[in-house]
């Protein structure tokens, strides 16, 4: 026995409707069977998390329960009577929410030792949703949660090892009641839909990418080294692409299955993709990319430093003010991903390419009747920005790391 | 609805934007046409927790219920109260 990942066969799917059968069936019957979800759900970890060895189940229960301890803990503090919501007690529960995480990220700096207390599959992915927790309990939107409630939000299944990332008081509305039979209907109908895309996504196109060219394509580039300047011959621009391709249909496939399930759940987590290559620029892309993860930074990271430095009157500029807030989070993001050169620099390009994109829009705007703005204009925007998109993908890929340092 | 209120927002999003035609349709979506980002919209808040003398915490900030000048002053109405 060992692990199995969720949605990484198309026979996992046969197994997992039929384990989710009855959950079905009542639902279509306007009940939830809270017991039977729950076993179901234990099934799923169980084959997840311990079919190996034991280490990740471990882990991922110790997770939950530091988590839950601290959540809770920090909910209590906030509505007491008078609760004086200090920030350095605030600040102290979002570090020590997040210090599993970064010891996992940290641990493949450190030869042949571990400082990770916890590593399992999934860990961001739930750390963002404690985090999220914590940032709205000491805003005052989240006033109430059950211990039983905080389990089930992390350890929803269909999304626990890659997203799409859920909130709380929203995933809360969903779960606590049962659709109409008519909602439940449209429901079940987009979750067959999504599923059924997904498999396009992530078993036929991701395949042909991922599992066919790409391992070519990388070949060719690399036996085309010495020939070009800097080694870059046009096969790692074909890299570049096939890479690209690869890396949205599979991950995009991902989620598919992960909404879809979800929808047949009666739950309604919100969508990871929105037809991201057809970006008119790079704010607009990542508002299509990875949106719940982009999302997040924007709502717990961005504009939380842009409204401290406004208060605070840090800086004067509010065009410097966004500058440091984009580095900021776009390096966070960086760390986040790794700890490597090419994750930082990946962070560090979309930086950079949002304050050029700013500059661009506020010289537009500037010069709105002298500069044309017709389908041309709009196809070659289109086409620069996937390009420019697909670039920082090739960093991303640590393609280039292999080509020049191995 | 309060027609101060709204001619209060108006002025705050002419002030953030730069744009002279911010506001002639209420009803018009601030964040698909591109007239609001995450930045401007921090500055909006600030200026309507100052103007209106309200506390707008960032968790209550919900895109699809802020997106236009109407819903807007809805909001600002209900966290008067």
């Known amino acids: ?406 | 609805m309060d027609v101060k209120v709204k001619e209060g927002i108006i002025e705050i999003l002419k002030d953030v934007t730069g744009l002279d035609d911010v506001g002639t349709n209420a009803d018009e979506d601030l964040f698909a046409d591109g007239i609001l980002d995450s930045m401007a919209t921090v500055e909006v808040l600030v200026a309507l927790q100052d103007k209106f003398d309200i506390q707008v915490p960032v968790s209550e900030f919900d895109r699809s219920q802020w997106s236009t000048v109407n819903k807007i002053a809805d909001r600002v109405g209900e966290l008067e109260e």
């Open chain 1, 1 to 406: 026995m060992h692990n199995i990942t969720p949605y990484s066969s198309p026979t996992y799917f046969i197994y997992l409707i039929l384990l989710l059968l009855p959950i079905m069936i009542g639902l279509y019957n306007g009940k939830r069977f809270r017991v039977y979800e729950t076993i179901a759900t234990v099934i799923i970890l169980i084959t997840a998390f311990f079919g190996g060895n034991m280490s990740q189940g471990i882990s991922l229960i110790c997770y939950i329960l530091l988590e839950m301890v601290l959540v809770l803990s920090y909910l209590r503090y906030r509505t007491k009577e008078n609760s004086k919501n200090s920030f350095w007690i605030f600040f102290w529960a979002v570090i020590l929410a997040i210090i599993p995480l970064v010891f996992v990220k940290l641990d493949p700096l450190i030869n042949n030792a571990t400082i990770s207390l916890f590593a399992f599959m999934g860990i961001s992915y739930l750390t963002f949703k404690s985090v999220e927790m914590i940032m709205e309990i000491r805003d005052g939107a989240i006033k109430e949660v059950k211990p039983w409630e905080f389990i089930r939000f992390l350890l929803f299944f269909p999304t626990i090892t890659s997203g799409p990332i859920d909130r709380f008081r929203r995933f809360q509305k969903d779960v606590l009641k049962v659709p109409s039979r008519e909602d439940y209907l449209k429901l079940l109908k987009s979750g067959t839909n999504r599923l059924m895309l997904g498999f396009l996504y992530k078993f036929i196109i991701g395949y042909v990418f991922g599992t066919l060219l790409l391992p070519k394509v990388q070949i060719l580039a690399m036996s085309y080294r010495g020939q070009a300047p800097l080694d870059l011959s046009w096969w790692v621009l074909a890299y570049m692409y096939v890479y690209s391709m690869y890396l949205f249909f599979d991950f995009a496939g991902y989620s598919l299955f992960a909404v879809g399930i979800s929808n047949f759940l009666g739950v309604k987590t919100p969508m990871n993709f929105n037809r991201p290559f057809q970006s008119h620029n790079i704010k607009d892309f990542w508002n299509r990319w990875h949106m719940t993860l982009s999302f997040w930074f924007r709502d717990f990271i961005y504009m939380r430093l842009m409204f401290f430095m406004m208060k605070k009157k840090l800086i004067k500029s509010r065009i410097t003010m966004a500058n440091i807030g984009y580095l900021a989070l776009f390096l966070i993001m960086g760390f986040w991903h790794g700890e490597t050169w090419f994750y930082i620099v990946y962070g560090l390009f979309h930086a950079g390419a949002m304050i050029t994109n700013d500059a661009w829009l506020r010289f537009k705007k500037k010069h709105r009747k002298a500069i044309p703005h017709n389908k041309l204009t709009e196809g070659f925007a289109i086409f620069l920005t996937f390009n420019i998109v697909c670039f920082s993908f090739l960093i991303f890929s640590g393609f280039l790391n292999t080509l020049w340092f191995n």
